[in-house]
């Protein structure tokens, strides 16, 4: 799903569905399933500073990353002014690079002219970005609008090369392409220049189709079409356009931070995104963790496989958000390539020409049959609904992830439960042994339920912690210059998220959390009282 009402976006309309979310609409999905501030920065119920040694490591960085973090960064990395829709925008031809590799860059301006500069995101001493490349002047022109393939409503944009980029010398990392135009407008780009190993290393899965099935570049996405309606929205959603808005909202919102902070504790890291695991186990092989950041919905089948895999073989997870591997998808081709185009018919997946062979491959919510295999399989939450406000509440507090937080039983945090939300879900597939560390009285759609915080561990060792909200990873940024959304949470919740997830990347870089950390209390029939 999405934060959309906090943006006056329009909501999915089909029956149970309706905009606003409310208990309506969770329902209908549960029976279908029966640092600071320092950063700078059952099934019924609810509705919708300084680098430190590198955890579990000897010698140099495995990551290569050590002599990088150590550059001075580039602080005027932001954007000052975005213009109308249409002064620059673009889009690359491919969603990921190895270091080394080449990509195509696709602009429009109004500008005569535009240059680009290419920032890696990081800690970088409080900067949060390096300029590792800028282009010379490059001609501007104006290029055509939205092409619609009628037969999927997809939108896209189907422009030229405007130049060939190189990434010679550019570290494995999160990049922002500015696109800088000659009459001051500005937009980003986003790139992931993915590590060539994993070996080691806490992987960011960075959540690129998630990013396009909110993109309503072209007037429609994968939740609204033109008019505005469900009825009419994209059936499939395609890279081969830009990103609406500033070209990069959804990484900065629900990715950045995590970077940032990442970084700045010197773990030995690795990137990559969604789209790669899909395409092979071995994006994850040797992983110590892997971390889906803050909202990270549309998975294929493949991405959950592989990931699912990586945990049996001893890789942590973390999914950060809530919602995570909620919509299964199905990636095709497009004009730049394989993979350009992510395919999800949502309720109408009998309509899918694919699904008249591939039975067992319908393109909506994992937790519907056919095929039915809820999230919280993998998750261990159960998502359940949109939209809610409310406090997080610590449940368990001599948790080890909440070590050094000072927080106690019942303390709350004000607005870090928003807008959608997780929860444990007594009669959902669920993995146990299971604690629930954090159980949050909430309100959505006029009904009670609650969201969840929860950890357990697998046979191999591998920890799996989800924090059952998508605010988490902006609670890294509550308080600070950064904090652009206007939640209302404050510095104080910024240094509680901002431990404990220092906590879980630390421990988690340590190799399986079985090994080094307790183990789960199994509570949940004690604190549902079923």
């Avoid at 900067?127 to 055509?144: D, E, H, K, Y």
């Avoid at 939108?155 to 550019?170: I, K, N, Q, Y």
């Avoid at 629900?254 to 990442?262: D, F």
């Avoid at 988490?472 to 431990?499: C, I, K, N, S, Y």
Wanted: glycine share 12%; charged share 20%.
């Amino acid at each position: 799903m999405d934060d959309g009402a906090e943006h006056g976006a329009p909501r999915e309309g089909v029956p149970g569905d309706r905009p606003g979310g409310g208990l309506d609409r969770r329902h209908f999905l549960g029976a279908a399933a029966a640092g600071t501030a320092g950063l700078a920065l059952g099934l019924t119920a609810g509705c919708d500073g300084t680098p430190e040694r590198n955890p579990g490591s000897t010698g140099p960085d495995p990551s290569g990353l050590a002599a990088e973090r150590k550059r001075p960064g580039s602080p005027d990395w932001r954007l000052r002014s975005t213009g109308p829709p249409d002064a620059v925008q673009g889009y690359t031809d491919k969603v990921s690079v190895l270091p080394g590799e080449g990509f195509g860059l696709h602009v429009s301006t109004t500008a005569p002219g535009f240059r680009v500069s290419a920032y890696r995101v990081g800690w970088y001493g409080g900067a949060q970005a390096r300029l590792v490349w800028r282009s010379g002047r490059v001609p501007g022109r104006r290029l055509r609008g939205p092409h619609l393939l009628p037969a999927t409503r997809s939108v896209r944009a189907d422009w030229p090369r405007t130049l060939a980029v190189a990434t010679d010398g550019w570290p494995p990392g999160a990049y922002l392409l500015r696109l800088d135009a000659d009459h001051g407008h500005q937009r980003y780009v986003p790139l992931i220049v993915r590590s060539p190993d994993t070996t080691g290393r806490t992987v960011l899965m960075h959540a690129v189709t998630t990013w396009q099935a909110y993109n309503r570049w072209g007037g429609y996405n994968l939740y609204t079409g033109g008019d505005g309606g469900y009825p009419t929205r994209s059936l499939a959603v395609s890279f081969d356009r830009p990103y609406d808005a500033n070209g990069a909202e959804k990484f900065l919102v629900y990715e950045r931070a995590v970077v940032v902070l990442a970084e700045r504790l010197g773990l030995p890291l690795a990137y990559t995104t969604g789209v790669d695991v899909h395409l092979a186990p071995s994006a994850l092989r040797g992983a110590r963790a892997a971390i889906s950041l803050g909202h990270d919905e549309y998975w294929t089948p493949q991405q959950r496989q592989h990931v699912t895999g990586a945990r049996d073989a001893g890789t942590n997870l973390a999914f950060l958000g809530a919602n995570a591997c909620f919509r299964r998808v199905r990636l095709e081709p497009g004009p730049a390539g394989a993979h350009r185009t992510v395919v999800c018919y949502k309720t109408a997946y009998q309509d899918d020409p694919y699904f008249v062979a591939h039975r067992d491959q319908p393109t909506h919510d994992f937790r519907e049959p056919p095929a039915a295999a809820p999230e919280s399989a993998l998750t261990g939450v159960f998502y359940e609904g949109y939209p809610t406000d409310a406090p997080y509440v610590v449940h368990n507090a001599d948790h080890w992830l909440f070590a050094g937080t000072g927080a106690r039983r019942g303390d709350s945090f004000d607005h870090l439960v928003g807008v959608e939300y997780d929860r444990v879900t007594p009669g959902a597939p669920t993995p146990a042994p299971l604690e629930i560390i954090a159980h949050s009285p909430l309100v959505c759609g006029g009904r009670s339920s609650h969201a969840d915080s929860a950890y357990y561990t697998v046979p191999s060792g591998a920890g799996v912690f989800s924090s059952g909200t998508m605010r988490w990873v902006e609670g890294l940024m509550a308080g600070g210059p950064d904090d652009g959304r206007d939640h209302g949470m404050d510095a104080r919740t910024a240094a509680f998220v901002t431990r404990t997830t220092e906590n879980l990347l630390r421990a988690f870089a340590e190799g399986p959390a079985a090994q080094s950390r307790p183990a789960p209390r199994a509570n949940v029939h004690q604190v549902y009282r079923v």
